[in-house]
């Protein structure tokens, strides 16, 4: 059976809404198929189970990650890793919400498939900015003796703590209460 990308879409965008509001575990699946406007069993040709759905958000997540990543730049890799970083924290990425993003990490800590999917794409993200940093390194832009590993960790933790405080403070903007952020992104990688 082909699978329609448009109602492909409308599960996934009802999956997060549901998701970020009740959380995994209290939204049903008869819940985000009313809300995506099909039928539960329709549903059940595109995920077999939530864990399926939570799952393809995460990957959603991660392919709006790359494809930024990879987007043509014209700036230092400096530059490109502080506009990467700021957009994660301000608008996080289709499908996900700040509410949503804390709920997979709580979920993915819980869940052993769950973890193994928000794993193996941390690893994808991680290794896409790493590949920003070696450019950079190769640039001469970047101190030579940065550990990529770790500095790719350190930036998606932070990552990760500002979305979190986000979701927590709607009114929470890293642009205003952290207005060195760019120096200390600088600091770490030069």
Known sequence: MIKDSATYNKLITAAAECFAKKGFNAS????????AGISQGAMYTYFKSKDELISAIVLEEQK???D???????????QKICLLVSSCISDVGYPASHHLWVEIIAESARNPSL????ISSDIAMRNGIGNIIRQGLD???????I??????????AMID?????KAVN???SAKKELPSFTDFLRRILT
């Open 147 to 156: 550990g990529i590993e770790e500095t790719t960790i350190i930036l998606f």
């Open 139 to 145: 640039n001469g832009e970047f101190r030579s003796d």
């Open 68 to 78: 930024a990543q990879n987007k043509p730049f014209t700036g230092t890799c400096l």
């Open 161 to 165: 703590g500002l979305i979190a405080r």
């Open 170 to 172: 709607k009114n929470f």
């Open 64 to 66: 709006t990650a790359l």
């Open 28 to 35: 049903s699946v008869r819940e985000i198929a009313t809300r």
């Open 115 to 118: 973890r193994n999917t928000f």
